[in-house]
């Protein structure tokens, strides 16, 4: 296995080379530690699965003692064998706003997009989550959560805002890991907010959110069954969102 990532800021005149130390295929997971020569080393899971995400990792500088999150967001690609992510790094400690970030391992075994599936249209994935949602099949959902339980994987979820009533239908809006986004009534609104770096910047975080659910692992998987039907199309994943 070798891997190498780079970090490249046209603001700053500045480019970041390093070294991915470790990358660990498990199930739906992809777990990537990377190090900086004189800088520090990081850490990102992903999705295994190619298309856009969203995701929450750590970056340890060297002589500090905590990790900082920091924010990614990219596209999955690869062929057999290899994987890249190609996307954005945002680092809260950094202060220079985003930097683009690249990542390529080769040499692992068990990725997803070895075999190239089928990425989903998010229509499709907003008509499966309502059908899911009908059945009112147990098992399938999380239990409403109040505002102050954060879901354990970045995703969208079902949400209520705050003064709305037990029949009012629900909204869905994106937790990235540390803040919701804008509230929406539909998976392309809460999508749409991501497709851009400007859109992601002038999204704020939701002050409205009063509870949550979500998929559980097992409704997770047969929204994944059900979504085999629509075949490949051009969209964006819906994140695991099970918060256990």
């Not at 800088?39 to 969203?54: A, D, I, K, P, Y």
């Not at 089928?118 to 009112?136: E, G, R, Y």
Request: with cysteine; proline share 4%.
């Amino acid at each position: 296995m070798q891997g190498s990532v780079i970090w490249e800021s046209k603001a700053q005149g500045e480019v970041w080379e390093g070294k991915v130390t470790r990358c660990v295929v498990r199930g739906e997971d992809i777990n990537v530690v990377f190090d900086c020569k004189e800088l520090g080393e990081g850490q990102l899971t992903l999705t295994n699965m190619t298309g856009q995400q969203l995701v929450i990792g750590r970056f340890l500088y060297y002589g500090r003692h905590e990790a900082t999150r920091v924010s990614v967001r990219g596209g999955l690609s690869g062929r057999l064998n290899v994987i890249v992510f190609e996307g954005a790094w945002t680092d809260p400690l950094d202060g220079t706003a985003e930097w683009q970030f690249f990542l390529e391992v080769e040499g692992v075994d068990g990725l997803a997009t070895s075999v190239t599936p089928a990425i989903l249209d998010s229509a499709a994935v907003n008509m499966t989550f309502t059908h899911l949602v009908s059945t009112l099949t147990p098992g399938l959902f999380t239990e409403h959560y109040d505002f102050d339980v954060n879901p354990s994987r970045p995703g969208i979820y079902r949400v209520r805002e705050v003064g709305q009533r037990q029949q009012d239908p629900s909204w869905y809006s994106w937790w990235d890991g540390v803040n919701w986004s804008a509230t929406k009534s539909t998976i392309e609104g809460v999508l749409k907010l991501h497709t851009t770096a400007s859109e992601i910047q002038s999204s704020r975080s939701s002050p409205w959110v009063a509870s949550w659910y979500g998929l559980t692992e097992e409704g997770w998987h047969a929204m994944r069954e059900q979504l085999k039907q629509f075949g490949d199309s051009h969209g964006v994943l819906l994140q695991n969102p099970h918060p256990k």
